[in-house]
């Protein structure tokens, strides 16, 4: 499913994605909340691992340049329990801008909306802790423990990493609600009317 919010869209990965991923991948250090946790792969692996385990996996873009801010995937997921493992990749030009976590806000509607899913779990840097500050602030993420020099940054230092979750029911609540009333404004009804249906 295809979702437009405020400033960004969100859209399925494809194949011919490939090298905007593998770009995005390449930009920054992403072994921390990021599902191959510095595995280094080969080109063939890579493309084959893109879809391994996964989910749900989308791009996001930013819509007032049309260009990726980053991905998203949802994996691991444990269908019977209703859990899954969310991995969040940002463009360094939209790192820190807020263009991420806007798409990161449709994905989670469109996720707890179209899959038996009620919580999703996160891993997350200390030093990146303040990308989410405004929600776990107001208790939409949760920060259910920490790992203390649990991840060994490229320069050998070490740093702790926090392990988030955000429930479906309080996510569908308050976050959820604003998603939709804004995909409202830009998407088409069949989507938006697919979302609540799938919710209600």
Known sequence: ??????????????????????????????????????????????????????????????????????????????????????????????????????????FLTELFSQYPIRRCLAECAAENLGFYESVIAEGTFVVEGTFAGHHRRPDGSFTDVSLLAVERDHWMETWGRFVLRRVARHDNERNVDELRGLYA
Do not use: K
Request: proline letters at 5%; charged letters at 20%.
């Open 1 to 106: 499913m295809n979702l437009t919010g405020f400033h960004v869209r969100t859209r399925p990965t494809t194949p011919g994605d490939m090298p905007v991923l593998e770009a995005i991948d390449l930009e920054a250090d992403r072994t921390v909340g990021w599902r191959l946790h510095g595995e280094v792969l080969s080109p063939a692996a890579r493309a084959a691992s893109a879809w391994t385990s996964v989910l749900a996996q989308r791009l996001v873009i930013a819509t007032d340049a049309d260009e990726p801010a980053g991905y998203v995937t949802a994996y691991d997921a444990n269908l019977r329990s209703g859990t899954v493992w969310l991995a969040v990749a940002s463009t360094e030009h939209h790192r820190g801008r807020g263009t991420l976590m806007a798409g990161v806000g449709l």
